[in-house]
């Protein structure tokens, strides 16, 4: 595919699709756009001419007021979005998410088929693989679409007399979801359907197919009983809410996974109070004493929990990472980049695993924080906060 063809068939390009709906826009900003390109030829020398591909941007963002990425240099900003996202721990095999383009997708009806297609790509009979789709970004004709869902699989949380059935983090678009009509089984772990709307603000929904949903029951490996707890944890961990910012454009609607850390699951969405605070029920069942804190009930179910979450993955032949593993390849990933000598941009509060922090290697040192681009990010338009999991390889 050439840039003339991207160009000609992206939504919104004169001379291409329009939804003739009007959006308030700003013009890409030229600088930003020079500074990725500045990036990407430093770092691909191999394609082809800098100065004559800047000029035609800047010429593109003087008539149009924005431009169009080449399929390289979309993969590339891709990539590098993984590279600078500071509260991801698996950034050591940044390069290898594969990109779906698909900025010619507007219809949300489209938009729920990739995002389905999307997860049985990512899925692989288990063997989860990076991965991100691409829609529309906004342009001065039309606005793009937007997928409200935070994450592409959710569980409903049902609002009933004394608490939430479910997950109580998602009980807002579970009534929105409602108000559109849906209705779950009434159980909790119902996986919510996608809502997306084109840009107006208008959310559609459509419920995910269940053969793009792999689903992995909880159990223990010694611990018969934790089977009747009826828990499951869907597969496949893409985020869905932020923004693909990319040389001053950004696509709101970029959905892109990795694969799990246990953590991410069981120390925080099956153990959070907020959450599913499951840690006082295993802890009952271990016979422990929640009377006082000082018996380190909690310590003691968040670890078999935790163990009892990826025995279950293994055993699924699911993949997930422990947070030591994790943690060693991280410093591997800071070493190959400073070796190069790229800033590592990295959260402490995010790099440290929320269960054993001071066991694991990445807990006792500082790091850098920056705001690089490209970038994954929260914009005002975006709905919803930040996600626990998700982040490409962790």
């Known amino acids: 595919m050439t840039l003339s063809d991207v160009r000609t068939g992206l939504p919104g390009w004169p001379g291409g699709q329009e939804n003739q709906r009007p959006a308030a826009f700003r013009p890409v900003d030229a600088d930003a756009a020079e500074e990725f390109l500045t990036l990407f030829y430093a770092e691909q020398p191999d394609n082809g001419g800098f100065a004559s591909r800047l000029r035609q941007v800047k010429s593109d963002i003087e008539l149009a007021g924005t431009y169009v990425h080449t399929p390289q240099e979309l993969a590339f900003g891709a990539q590098v979005a993984w590279r600078n996202a500071s509260r991801c721990i698996g950034r050591l095999y940044w390069r290898s998410i594969r990109v779906r383009d698909r900025r010619h997708v507007l219809d949300p009806a489209e938009v729920a088929a990739e995002a389905a297609a999307h997860l049985r790509e990512a899925t692989n009979g288990g063997q989860i693989r990076p991965l991100i789709t691409v829609f529309a970004p906004d342009t001065p004709q039309r606005r793009g679409p937007r997928i409200w869902n935070d994450q592409l699989i959710r569980y409903a949380g049902y609002r009933r007399p004394g608490g939430v059935l479910g997950d109580p983090m998602n009980a807002a678009l579970t009534g929105r979801a409602q108000q559109l009509g849906w209705r779950g089984a009434g159980t909790a772990h119902d996986v919510l359907p996608?809502?997306?709307d084109d840009g107006s603000g208008a959310p559609e929904m459509f419920p995910l197919p269940p053969d793009a949903v792999l689903e992995v029951p909880v159990t223990h490996p010694t611990l018969d009983w934790f089977a009747d707890l009826g828990v499951r944890w869907h597969a496949v961990p893409a985020i869905s809410n932020m923004c693909l910012e990319i040389g001053g454009i950004c696509y709101q609607a970029s959905p892109f996974n990795g694969w799990y850390m246990g953590t991410e699951?069981?120390?925080?969405n099956l153990a959070d109070n907020d959450r599913y605070d499951l840690l006082p029920a295993v802890a009952q069942r271990l016979g422990l004493d929640i009377s006082t804190e000082r018996s380190l009930w909690r310590d003691r179910a968040l670890v078999e929990l935790n163990i009892a979450v990826l025995h279950s993955f293994d055993q699924a032949e699911v993949k997930i990472a422990d947070h030591h593993t994790e943690s060693h390849r991280f410093l591997t990933h800071l070493d190959r980049e400073e070796c190069k000598g790229r800033l590592v941009p990295a959260d402490w509060t995010w790099i440290v695993p929320?269960?054993?922090?001071a066991a694991t290697p990445v807990f006792h040192r500082y790091y850098d924080d920056a705001d690089l681009k490209p970038a994954f990010?929260?914009?005002?338009?975006?709905?919803?906060?930040?996600?626990?999991?998700?982040?490409?390889?962790?």
Do not use: E
């Not at 699951?265 to 925080?268: D, P, S």
């Not at 929320?354 to 922090?357: A, F, T």
């Not at 990010?377 to 962790?394: D, F, I, K, L, T």
């Open 194 to 196: 996608l809502l997306i």
């Open 377 to 394: 990010v929260h914009h005002p338009a975006c709905r919803g906060g930040a996600s626990h999991g998700g982040c490409p390889a962790g």
């Open 354 to 357: 929320p269960m054993s922090g």
């Open 265 to 268: 699951i069981g120390a925080r």
